[in-house]
């Protein structure tokens, strides 16, 4: 303690720098407006629109329940005919590929959520610089 009463403590430098900061923010509306706006627009525009899983789903796939193959296209086995393939399991494993390649490429089914981790993280990085400048 000193001779005038004050006490030097770190959360009263903390406090300090933050109402600074708010202060600052605060001067400027149009810049804490973006702040908020610029990533929701980046995973709105960028989000949705990369969304590999949206290409292979099975409302894009329209094939008929059951697909015969033509004779001359294939050799059948034996005893057989010719083949049948089921459409609704062919289509429905056409629907797969796009969510088992976002998995085992980025560990999530959609590029939505990839991103939003990955906006969240650079938020706060960059925010977290600019602010730190300041001081």
């Not at 202060?23 to 525009?45: R, Y």
């Not at 960028?46 to 969304?51: A, D, I, P």
């Not at 057989?80 to 969510?99: D, H, P, W």
């Not at 390649?101 to 959520?113: E, R």
Request: zero cysteines; a positive charge; proline letters at 5%.
């Amino acid at each position: 303690m000193r001779e005038n009463g004050y006490h030097p403590s770190f959360l009263r430098g903390l406090w300090a720098l933050t109402n600074r900061e708010l202060k600052k923010w605060l001067k400027d509306p149009v810049m804490l407006v973006m702040f908020v706006l610029q990533p929701l627009l980046w995973m709105g525009l960028l989000g949705k629109s990369m969304n590999i899983g949206a290409l292979f789903s099975a409302n894009n796939i329209n094939l008929p329940p059951q697909i015969s193959i033509p004779g001359n296209a294939i050799l059948y086995p034996n005893g057989l005919q010719g083949v049948i393939l089921n459409g609704t399991k062919l289509s429905q494993m056409f629907a797969e590929i796009g969510s088992e390649v976002m998995h085992n490429t980025f560990g999530v089914t959609d590029y939505f959520s990839f991103m939003a981790i990955g906006m969240v993280s650079m938020i706060v990085m960059t925010t977290t610089m600019f602010s730190g400048m300041s001081i």
